[in-house]
């Protein structure tokens, strides 16, 4: 049976082959993920994979509700699998919002389901880092945002040659679509063309610029003249303080795709062009209003990052560490005689919060220390038979030096300390 098409498989390393995917890498990208949000004062939640689908048809945009994962369930509820993140937060953050301090900064890690065109970083499910600041007006918390974007493309060691943010801004499109069309029904018609420019014929985009009264020399000329509005120059300068100026351009290419941005958007890309966007987000000030009903009126602004680019790109830099199956301690079990109060050492040193491994059955000692030395254990341990009866004798495997010990304290031996 096969998996279906654009899902993924992912397998202890190393790999068994090259159409899966590294569990020990996706863990390695959570473990930073959740560090770095961390030193930025986020905290973790979570929602449901599945929410009603009208949370997704009203708010997210025509190109999100082409792409979901939706049907009928056994109480004949319209659901959808979760495309992204955004507004179940915005609900959450409705629902319960008199309970926290403003600003509200969270962070989770959905898996999220999207039934696009499968190609070269995107795929039907992904998993996506989403940070995002409830609350908040002001461009500081813009500015605070980026900044956690940045740092959490360094933590994975990747530089300013890497990686660069796209900063733009939708209000500075407002007004440039306002100042030439008094029509505001057609400004999100118009940002979808913005946001494929870059993928899209000249021509076909010049057609439908052309249909909305605008000529495309004068989209290209805004564009290419990228002069900050007042709320990008305090980002800029925010930024600049904190030594991070340089991994930000204000590029009013980007748009973004979805439907709720209100305010300052950005993308993250790798800097020589060959992906896909690594990042994405902006401010969306109306989102927790409209999905609240108007009950609660609350600014907000964050971004997803998700797996598939990142862990491509870390691929192709060379940035993933190694990794490989690791256990503190192997316990030789060479006489079956003892294999019972074996067990009970096993159970000791598991509980004094060391990883351990042992064979199941009955190996051959050699087998044993050679499974010993493939899991990069750093001790072996084996039950002996001392004068004065049972006892444990641990083996240092770098040093092979062997210490004996009581069983009682068999863990104390293997505690770390002085050499
Ligand atoms: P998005 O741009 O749709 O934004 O997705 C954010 C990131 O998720 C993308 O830059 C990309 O790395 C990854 N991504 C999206 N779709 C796929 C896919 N089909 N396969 C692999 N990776 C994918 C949002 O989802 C917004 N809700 C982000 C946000 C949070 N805005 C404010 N807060």
């Known amino acids: 049976m096969e998996r279906l098409p654009g899902f993924r498989d992912f397998y ?27 030193r930025y004062g986020f905290r973790e939640y979570d929602g449901p994979p599945i929410e009603p689908l009208e949370l997704y048809t009203t708010k997210s945009g025509a190109e999100i509700v082409g792409q979901l994962y939706n049907f ?7 659901v959808s699998l979760r495309p992204e993140m955004t507004p179940t937060l915005a609900r959450m953050a409705a629902a319960h919002e008199r309970n926290y301090k403003k600003p509200v900064k969270w962070f989770a890690i959905p898996q999220l389901f999207r039934y696009e065109r499968q190609q070269k970083g995107r795929l039907r499910e992904h ?15 813009d500015a605070e945002l980026l900044a956690l974007l940045i740092d959490t493309l360094l933590a994975f060691g990747l530089t300013a040659q890497d990686f660069v943010i796209r900063l733009s801004s939708r ?3 407002h007004d440039f679509f306002h100042q030439r069309c008094p029509d505001s029904s057609k400004d999100y018609e118009f940002f979808q063309i913005i946001d494929k420019l870059e993928r899209e014929a000249p021509e076909e985009s010049a057609r439908k610029l052309a249909a909305l009264g605008f000529a495309y020399p004068e989209v290209e000329e805004f564009i290419k003249a990228g002069a900050p509005t007042p709320e990008l120059q ?8 904190r030594g991070l100026e340089s991994f930000v351009r204000v590029d009013y290419g980007v748009i973004r795709g979805l439907a709720y941005y209100t305010g300052v958007v950005f993308e993250a890309f790798d800097a020589r062009g060959e992906f896909r966007a690594i990042a994405g987000g ?12 108007n009950k609660v009126d609350m600014p907000a602004l964050g971004f997803g990052m998700g797996d598939v680019v990142l862990l491509e790109l870390l691929k192709a830099r060379g940035r993933l560490p190694a990794f490989a199956p690791a256990v503190a301690v192997y316990c030789l079990i060479e006489e079956e005689a003892l294999r019972a109060a074996s067990l009970g050492l096993v159970q000791r040193l598991r509980a004094a919060g060391l990883s351990v491994e042992y064979p199941l059955t009955p190996l051959k000692p050699d087998k044993q220390f050679k499974r010993a030395l493939e ?45």
């Open 12 to 38: 202890p390393e190393p790999l068994p082959h090259v159409d899966v995917w590294s569990a020990d890498a996706r863990q390695y990208v959570f473990d930073t993920w959740r560090a770095v949000a961390a």
């Open 72 to 78: 009928t369930d056994k109480g004949g509820r319209p």
């Open 127 to 141: 998993c996506q880092f989403n940070a995002d600041i409830v609350g908040e007006s002001d461009v500081a918390a």
């Open 171 to 173: 209000k500075a499109w």
């Open 234 to 241: 305090v980002i800029l300068q925010n930024l600049a303080a």
């Open 282 to 293: 902006g401010r969306y000030d109306n989102l927790v209003k409209l999905i609240s009903g």
């Open 375 to 419: 899991l990069k254990a750093g001790h072996t341990v084996r039950v002996d038979r001392g004068e004065t009866g049972l006892q444990v004798r641990a083996r240092n495997l770098a040093t092979r030096a062997d210490r004996v010990a009581p069983l009682e304290s068999a863990a104390a031996l293997l505690a770390p300390g002085p050499r």
